[in-house]
């Protein structure tokens, strides 16, 4: 009786004992897909009935993962082609859990067998995964052709090159023409794969070992005319990869829209590469010494950028050292890191929206920060300063900032510009294990009366000095504030006494205190019930505020009723042991 028979045996048959036993098969069988992910031979092995529901679905059979160590695996991925009939498309993954082999010919034989089995299903193929040794892709792909006019995805990862084939490996699929767009992923090619002309590869995400020169990932470029994203990176952060320097004809890639590259220390191939669609670039980890003068020019021709990444590692530039102009009028995204002074001071962006500085000059940025007269969101991290005989950096902020996220070190910038458009204010220290609290309530107070009480609504603030009482002069200048988030700060009892006046805060709706080891829980819960009181009472328009609070470990001990109505009443309350 082979599965259809048994199924409809089986739904005849009255349902008895436990509801998932009384259920109709049919029912049964459109559950499994939406169940945890479980391996359908897992499903098959509970009883009759589930056998027959499991065996009826053939999308359940339509995942098949083998293992190369395994030498049934060619037994597996037959029983999962039969049951997943005619024209159910196909998710392919291969991959070999152990580098332990032992015979070759028993390998290369069991290989041989899973390639022949799955070539038989080549026209139903959605996704490829292919994760071995060149080896044993070298047995594989010379066993397994075929046409696949529904593949979307290859990912080819040969994570040992120990022992390379002579010639290249060879990938015979043949997607018909004009078939969907291709996602292709290499891991460690030693060699160029010669792709064939029918392939619509679109997206392309390669990690190089060190025996692949610039030249051979140009050339393999090259075979991939309709390329829209490219993601490059080194194996392990190997600073030897791809710094052969040769002079190669320029590679235009003019479908380009995405381009990555990661931890390549030196970025040379972009002298190569002519990109005039590219929208988004990003490089990380590159070395800014051997990087910046690439970065400049590539940059510079690049008309149409609108998302640029660069997170290098610094360096100290010659004196002598110039650049020019380097205009990017259509950036509205920028996240810049370890950047020298004069790459800023050459940069400009007018049409910028957000941008993220992080461990760069003072001054230069600055300098590049005025000119873009779009800005609203910005986020600074780590800004070194001139020596203190050089002059006081003033009007640091664009005036239309509407989001501003600052840490430690440009705290003292907070004073020095009006920003009447501010609704989001996140000021942290970004060195936690550092236990001095910076303060902040003086240059809060001065940014507040230069911007004539900005519509400031969200404002979290971390590992800061609250208990001064220029903080509490802040709380009488944010009319419109209605979400505080204070985390790991010092804070003093005035501090609650002033937020219990609903005329301070009056449209305070949400408050998150965790952490903050001075906060007494009894003087947080008379703030939030004396506030709720009073805002209950007509004419006051004012709403309710809601808490969560996290205490420390080493708080002091809250009174039982105090923690009663931590629990039941406005509050989330939880230490960080009640935390986990």
């Known amino acids: 009786m082979d599965g259809a028979d048994n199924f409809a045996a089986l739904s005849e048959k009255p349902r008895s004992l436990s509801p998932a036993q009384r259920l109709p098969l049919i029912v049964l069988a459109e559950i499994f897909p939406l169940s945890v992910p479980t391996s359908p031979i897992t499903l098959s092995q509970v009883c009759r009935a589930w056998r027959a529901a499991s065996q009826w679905k053939a999308s359940l059979w339509a995942n098949i993962q083998v293992d190369l160590s395994n030498s049934r695996a060619a037994e597996k991925a037959l029983h999962f082609i039969s049951l997943s009939g005619q ?6 993954e291969i991959r070999r859990s152990s580098s332990m ?41 010379a066993h397994c052709q075929g046409t696949t006019p529904l593949l979307q995805h290859l990912a080819v990862n040969l994570h040992s090159t120990a022992a390379l084939p002579e010639n290249a490996i060879n990938i015979p699929f043949s997607p018909l023409p004009n078939s969907a767009p291709l996602s292709l992923i290499l891991t460690e090619p030693n060699h160029v794969i010669p792709w064939p002309a029918s392939w619509s590869i679109c997206s392309f995400d390669i990690t190089i070992g060190y025996g692949l020169q610039t030249r051979d990932l140009v050339e393999i470029l090259r075979n991939l005319p309709m390329l829209e994203d490219l993601s490059v990176a080194a194996l392990k952060n190997d600073p030897r990869i791809l710094t052969e320097q040769t002079i190669l004809p320029p590679l235009l890639m003019d479908n380009l829209r995405l381009l990555k590259l990661r931890a390549i220390s030196n970025l040379y191939i972009l002298e190569t590469l002519r990109t005039p669609q590219l929208v988004t670039f990003s490089a990380q980890d590159f070395r800014w010494s051997d990087s910046v003068e690439y970065i400049a020019a590539f940059l510079g021709e690049s008309h149409l950028l609108r998302r640029i990444t660069l997170a290098g590692v610094p360096y100290k530039p010659q004196a002598s050292e110039t650049f020019p102009p380097i205009d990017l009028p259509t950036a509205t995204h920028l996240d810049i890191s370890r950047a020298p002074n004069i790459f800023l001071e050459a940069l400009s ?17 600055r300098d590049f920060l005025s000119s873009c007269d779009n800005l609203t969101e910005l986020k600074l991290r780590i800004l070194s300063y001139p020596p203190k005989d050089a002059q006081f950096v003033s009007h640091f902020f664009p005036g239309q900032v509407t989001s501003l996220n600052i840490d430690h070190s440009a705290i003292k910038l907070l004073g020095t510009t009006a920003l009447s458009g501010l609704r989001s204010l996140t000021v942290l220290k970004t060195r936690s294990k550092d236990r001095t609290y910076p303060q902040i309530g003086s240059v809060l107070g001065d ?26 002069y802040c709380l009488g200048q944010m009319n419109s504030m209605e979400e505080m988030e204070l985390v790991e700060c010092l804070t003093t009892s005035a501090i609650w006494t002033k937020m219990a006046d609903i005329t301070a805060l009056p449209r305070l709706r949400s408050l998150k205190v965790v952490e903050c080891s001075t906060t007494n829980p009894s003087d947080l819960l008379r703030m939030v019930r004396t506030r ?22 080493d708080a002091g001990d809250v009174a039982r009723d105090t923690l009663d109505e931590l629990k039941v009443g406005f509050f989330r309350y939880c230490t960080r042991k009640e935390r986990g």
Not at 113 to 137: P, Y
Not at 532 to 553: G, H, S
């Open 349 to 365: 962006a007018p049409l910028a929206s957000q941008i993220v500085l992080s461990s760069v000059g003072v001054v230069p940025a």
């Open 101 to 141: 082999v032992i015979s070759d010919r028993r390998n290369q034989e069991s290989i041989m067998a899973l390639a022949v089995v799955l070539k038989m299903s080549a026209g139903r193929w959605r996704r490829f995964d292919f994760t071995s040794s060149a080896i044993d892709a070298t047995v594989f792909f």
């Open 87 to 92: 024209s159910v498309p196909l998710a392919i």
């Open 532 to 553: 709720n009181a009073d805002a209950a009472v007509p004419p006051n328009a004012v709403a309710t505020l809601k808490v969560y609070v996290r205490f420390r470990e």
């Open 447 to 472: 940014c507040l009366e230069m911007s004539f009480s900005p519509p400031l609504r969200h404002m979290h603030l971390q590992q800061l000095n609250l208990s001064t009482g220029g903080f509490l």
